[in-house]
């Protein structure tokens, strides 16, 4: 082919490729089978120990505490899809969905909370960690069950009371 | 004596002349010196040894000895060697001299230390350059002291359109007219020639290097970094990646490396593709562009399917990947790859050789390569224009070293060699991936357990689409102390003066395509509202609605 005709090709190369936009959203979405959407919580099995929260970048997960509960709460508006969390969540709460259409006119459709109550300390009436969490540390080292309805100031003390009474052979002066 | 040995000799000869201390550190030659010896060793470096400036660190040391320091990083391209040249500053008024009269690459980067740190610079002309013009003179945003949800008040100032008495002054911007990217330039022309440029930027600087030294965690910074550029994030987030594992000296693992490679090339082809596509748009032939676009969607779906999604791939962690290639997913790519570059072939060949294209493209832009070196310019823009310089084969990380393949070098300089040179790069990558899919190694993707000690220097080029990426990390207490980011674009704009000036107003949109600028990542620090109003956005307690 002549180089004056060349530009003309292009016309074949367009028959030949015909229609490739997307008829969205009456076809299906072009997606891969590993796509990375929104992620979503189990509420049943996350115990709030934070570890999503220290991983992800954007602060899309925040941990926020009050007097008796512990809130996990996901804003998906800040969420860069990037599960991090997927990856260091202990329990497996949180899986990654295929899910990409996120406009919404509620706002509130874009936050998930998940609500955990907070362990009471038997002694001070101080808190710690959720309930949840006790219950799955007793689970992985049942050696703290003794301290365990304490709050981590308490325990430091009995901690420190136990070891005087053994030096002082449980007399005290 | 063994060749590297000789060259290290000539760098110890150069620092002993001068009373300074050299220390080697793995392929990073450190030279600490007194502040009035900068010019001249710098002059040694780039007029005489050959070494590329690439830019320039001040940090903020007061917290750990009471200095200031302004560090100069240069790269010896020919013999595979970081240099950077150190030296330590007064802490209650840092003073340093000037380099940019024997280098002149060094302008910019000095204002931006002069501005975000508070370095002067004695021996030249000072201008504010990447704080707005309302923005207090005495607080510096990269002073540690400096908190970094801190606003200072600003004063609401508007900024004067220089007026030319000789010539008509024509301003393109605030946004690029095809590039939908903030950036701002006066043309001055006469008749229908231009005669000068003007170039205002860093209108969306956005305190990235801050929030990486003062919230983040090291892994997390990962994910800010792949956000410095929309199109060459993966370079980004993999260079800091691997400053970070060079200066803990962590041994990835091979496969990693090979993933990273892989990945780097999927960003180029998609980045060339789309670049090329944008400057046959520009030309005014669309259905070049079309064209182009489609072949390049196969590209991106590839993305998705190897990372999980289509740009911030979001798979680079410092000691690894996040994200296997398994034997299916190989023989995809190696599949999509090969119609990829028959389509390309056909499409480049035909849209070339439209003679308005081609006319369009020819002779205009020209950067010569005089200019080219003195401005430190990168990538295509520098191959171009007669530089054969390009880190992947000369600096190599990653998987580099195991593959073969050409840098392609033109030395017109003008619109019509940079299209070249990333055409031809195209079919480089191709086989590049090729390779690196036959070769690579069996293993983990990552490691698991690693520790990063404070205190310890990282410098990284990865070659972008665009050219080097330099990033410079000081490391610190789970997070980086200074991590310093420099894009291509930093180094290609000011070059733009050259390219632009005696040619016909009608090719400057083009011109300031051809070196695919980028201006949101060569940009980086917080938009003030025109108004003075400061939104106050608490970074701690998430988005308030
Ligand atoms: S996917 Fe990433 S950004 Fe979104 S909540 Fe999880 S860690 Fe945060
Ligand atoms: S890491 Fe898992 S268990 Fe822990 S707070 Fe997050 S979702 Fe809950």
Redesign the pocket.
């Known amino acids: 082919m002549s180089e004056k005709l060349k530009p003309a090709k292009l016309l074949v190369i367009a028959s030949k490729a015909g229609r490739v936009t997307k008829r969205y959203p009456y076809d299906e979405p072009l997606l891969s089978p590993d796509f990375r959407g929104k992620i979503t919580?189990d509420e049943n099995?996350?115990?709030?120990?934070?570890?999503?929260?220290n991983a992800c970048p954007p602060n899309a997960?925040q941990l926020m505490k009050d007097k008796d509960t512990v809130v996990?709460r996901y804003f998906v508006g800040r969420c860069i899809f990037c599960w991090r969390?997927v990856d260091?969540?202990?329990?497996g709460?949180?899986k990654g969905l295929r899910e990409f259409e996120l406009a919404t006119n509620d706002i509130s459709d874009l936050y998930v909370h998940?609500v955990h109550k907070k362990a009471k300390c038997e002694k001070c009436e101080g808190e710690g960690a959720t309930q949840r969490m006790l219950y799955y540390v007793v689970q992985k080292s049942p050696i703290v069950e003794e301290y365990l309805n304490e709050c981590p100031d308490c325990r430091r003390k009995s901690f420190i009371d136990s070891v005087v009474k053994r030096r002082t052979g449980g007399v005290s002066e | 004596m063994s060749e590297s040995s000789l060259i290290l000799k000539k760098y110890m000869d150069l620092a002993n002349v001068f009373n300074a201390s050299v220390t080697v550190d793995g392929d990073t030659i450190h030279i600490l010196a007194k502040p009035e010896y900068l010019p001249k060793i710098a002059d040694k470096l780039f007029n005489e040894f050959k070494c590329v400036h690439r830019t320039c660190v001040a940090t903020d040391e007061r917290p750990l000895n009471g200095f200031f320091s302004l560090t100069h990083l240069f790269t010896d391209d020919s013999h595979g060697f970081y240099i950077s040249l150190k030296t330590y500053l007064d802490g209650e008024n840092p003073k340093a001299p000037s380099i940019i009269s024997v280098v002149p690459a060094a302008d910019w980067c000095e204002m931006e230390a002069r501005d975000l740190v508070g370095v002067e610079f004695e021996g030249r002309e000072s201008y504010r350059l990447v704080l707005p013009p309302g923005w207090p003179a005495d607080a510096h945003p990269l002073r540690k002291d400096f908190q970094y949800d801190k606003r200072p008040n600003i004063l609401p100032v508007g900024e004067k359109v220089s007026t030319n008495e000789e010539a008509s002054t024509i301003p393109v911007g605030p946004y690029h007219p095809a590039l939908h990217e903030p950036e701002y330039f006066e043309l001055y022309v006469e008749g229908e020639r231009i005669v000068d440029v003007k170039y205002r930027g860093f209108h969306v600087h956005r305190g990235i290097e801050k929030l990486g030294e003062s919230r983040m965690t090291y892994q997390q910074v990962n994910f800010l970094a792949e956000r410095i550029c929309g199109i060459c994030g993966f370079e980004h987030s993999t260079c800091y990646a691997l400053a970070v594992e060079k200066a803990a000296k962590l041994d990835v693992p091979e496969r990693a490396q090979y993933i990273r490679s892989i990945i780097l090339e999927i960003e180029r082809l998609h980045s060339h593709l789309l670049w090329l596509g944008v400057a046959f748009h520009l030309v005014g032939y669309d259905a070049g562009f079309m064209h182009m676009w489609r072949i390049r969607e196969k590209i991106m779906y590839l993305s998705e399917y190897l990372t999980g999604s289509r740009k911030t791939y979001g798979i680079n962690l410092v000691g690894g990947v996040r994200k296997d290639i398994n034997e299916e997913k190989k023989s995809k790519v190696l599949e999509t790859l090969s119609t990829l570059e028959k389509e390309f072939k056909e499409i480049v060949e035909v849209a070339v050789s439209v003679p308005q294209v081609k006319r369009r493209l020819t002779g205009t832009g020209v950067l010569p390569k005089e200019d080219a070196v003195k401005l430190a310019v990168e990538g295509p823009v520098a191959r171009a224009s007669g530089i054969d310089r390009d880190a992947r084969r000369d600096l190599p990380y990653a998987a580099y070293k195991h593959v073969s393949f050409k840098v392609p070098v033109y030395t017109e300089g003008d619109n019509l060699a940079r299209a070249l040179v990333r055409i031809d790069e195209v079919f480089e990558s191709i086989s590049m991936i090729r390779q690196l899919l036959d070769q690579i190694p069996k293993g983990p993707i990552r490691l698991e357990e690693f520790e990063i000690p404070p205190g310890r220097i990282g410098v990284q080029v990865v070659e972008a689409p665009r050219g080097g990426d330099v990033h410079f990390v000081i490391t610190g207490e789970g997070k980086p102390y200074r991590w310093r980011v420099r894009a291509p674009t930093y180094n290609n704009i000011p070059a733009l003066r050259v390219m632009l000036r005696d040619q016909p107003m009608a090719d400057a949109p083009l011109t300031i395509a051809s070196i695919d600028p980028c201006f949101s990542c060569t940009d980086r620090v917080v938009v003030i509202g025109k108004d003075g109003v400061i939104k106050k956005l608490s970074l701690t307690g998430g988005v308030m609605l």
């Open positions: 919580i099995l996350c115990i709030g120990c934070g570890a999503c929260v997960l996990l969390c260091v969540c202990p329990v709460a949180i998940v």
